[in-house]
């Protein structure tokens, strides 16, 4: 078994590696860094975190928040995953997208083709939704190589666009505008995943295997380099880091991601249609990503919460929402630039340094 080292964490590196976004400051006393190879382990606080929403999680069912809330957390559950790829590209290494949409379409659409056309259910689908979305991901981040920031950001819109309209007139193959129809999923150890509950927990299964990925790959020697890409990329080329591959990497990752969150909602649906996978769609996942904050472990999905629960909570109607969701992101602009995640954790840090 490899050694686990361990050793007094330094402000720099605990600020660098907990919330690469903001400067260096003081951590709770007694905290420490440690490593177990390629890795860094998480921290007390972090860990505590985690089985605090671990619990929440497995057992919000039990508090018995009726089929309307439920079936809100399993739409938040897999924009939450959808989220978390598009975190990795923009959070880790700077490239916006405002098409992310458009690979969970890919991802929905090849799984309903293969039901439609071939009998492959969800389980035999899936590995091809995630590939697929990963190359069109990579296919698309090709132009990142030579423009970036706003002008990639049309590229990802334009994209998205153009694949609508491929959706929408694709005839009896795609579904044309009306879409596809997709059976249910397939019974595993004889759980009915129609029932309402088991879809939950499958979310949630596929939420912690989403969030595991993304604690691996940032808190990795991947992610520090695609922090050095993000914050000086002529200095990254300058020590020997191959950037054309970083930034394609991280955004095929970006896309598997998309294409897990497409099937998901595919066969929770049970209908496709070309218009949820829009560019207004699109501009949602970005506004959420920005909303919760997109360089800490749990930003995705605190912007998913938000956008997905503030108009039920609130008794919105749909034009009223956009109105709010345009307020919260003027606030966060303005007031909490690493989102709501970073927020949280600055008010954490502030009440802990007034205790000692």
């Known amino acids: 078994m490899k050694e686990i080292r361990e050793r007094p964490a330094s402000s720099n590196q605990a600020a660098?590696?907990?919330?690469?976004?903001?400067?260096?400051?003081?951590?709770?006393?007694?905290?420490?860094?440690?490593?177990?190879?390629?890795?860094?382990?998480?921290?007390?606080?972090?860990?505590?975190?985690?089985?605090?929403?671990?619990?929440?999680?497995?057992?919000?069912?039990?508090?018995?928040?009726?089929?309307?809330?439920?079936?809100?957390?399993?739409?938040?559950?897999?924009?939450?995953?959808?989220?978390?790829?598009?975190?990795?590209?923009?959070?880790?290494?700077?490239?916006?997208?405002?098409?992310?949409?458009?690979?969970?379409?890919?991802?929905?659409?090849?799984?309903?083709?293969?039901?439609?056309?071939?009998?492959?259910?969800?389980?035999?689908?899936?590995?091809?939704?995630?590939?697929?979305?990963?190359?069109?991901?990579?296919?698309?981040?090709?132009?990142?190589l030579r423009v970036s920031g706003q002008h990639y950001i049309i590229i990802t819109f334009c994209f998205c666009a153009l694949l609508n309209i491929a959706f929408t007139n694709g005839g009896s193959f795609t579904g044309g505008a009306t879409g596809l129809d997709v059976g249910s999923i397939d019974p595993v150890f004889g759980i009915n995943f129609d029932r309402l509950l088991n879809a939950y927990y499958l979310i949630v299964l596929a939420l912690f295997l989403c969030l595991l990925?993304?604690?691996?790959?940032?808190?990795?020697?991947?992610?520090r380099t695609l922090r050095a890409v993000r914050e000086n990329e002529a200095l990254a080329r300058a020590v020997g880091i191959n950037a054309n591959v970083q930034k394609i990497s991280v955004l095929m990752v970006s896309g598997a991601f998309a294409g897990v969150a497409g099937i998901l909602q595919a066969y929770y649906l049970r209908h496709i249609s070309p218009?949820?996978?829009?560019?207004?769609?699109?501009?949602?996942?970005?506004l959420m990503v920005m909303l919760g904050g997109s360089r800490l472990l749990y930003g995705p999905l605190i912007g998913a919460?938000?956008?997905?629960?503030?108009?039920?909570?609130?008794?919105?109607?749909?034009?009223?929402?956009?109105?709010?969701?345009?307020?919260?992101?003027?606030?966060?602009?303005?007031?909490?630039?690493?989102?709501?995640s970073a927020g949280l954790l600055n008010l954490y840090r502030r009440l802990w340094s007034k205790r000692r």
Not at 213 to 223: A, E, K, R
């Open 16 to 144: 660098k590696d907990v919330a690469p976004d903001r400067p260096a400051q003081p951590l709770p006393a007694g905290s420490a860094t440690r490593e177990l190879g390629w890795v860094r382990l998480p921290s007390g606080e972090e860990m505590v975190v985690a089985i605090i929403l671990a619990i929440f999680l497995i057992g919000f069912p039990w508090l018995h928040p009726g089929y309307r809330f439920l079936s809100l957390a399993i739409t938040t559950g897999f924009t939450a995953i959808a989220l978390y790829g598009l975190g990795l590209q923009f959070g880790q290494a700077g490239i916006m997208s405002v098409g992310h949409a458009a690979f969970m379409g890919i991802g929905a659409y090849t799984a309903g083709i293969l039901a439609g056309k071939l009998g492959i259910g969800f389980w035999g689908a899936l590995p091809f939704s995630v590939l697929f979305s990963a190359l069109f991901a990579g296919l698309i981040g090709l132009p990142s």
């Open 213 to 223: 990925i993304t604690y691996l790959l940032v808190n990795s020697s991947y992610g």
């Open 275 to 286: 218009t949820l996978y829009g560019p207004f769609p699109s501009l949602y996942l970005a």
């Open 305 to 340: 919460i938000i956008v997905s629960f503030l108009p039920e909570i609130m008794h919105l109607d749909p034009i009223d929402s956009r109105i709010a969701y345009g307020i919260c992101l003027l606030v966060v602009i303005l007031l909490l630039p690493g989102g709501v």
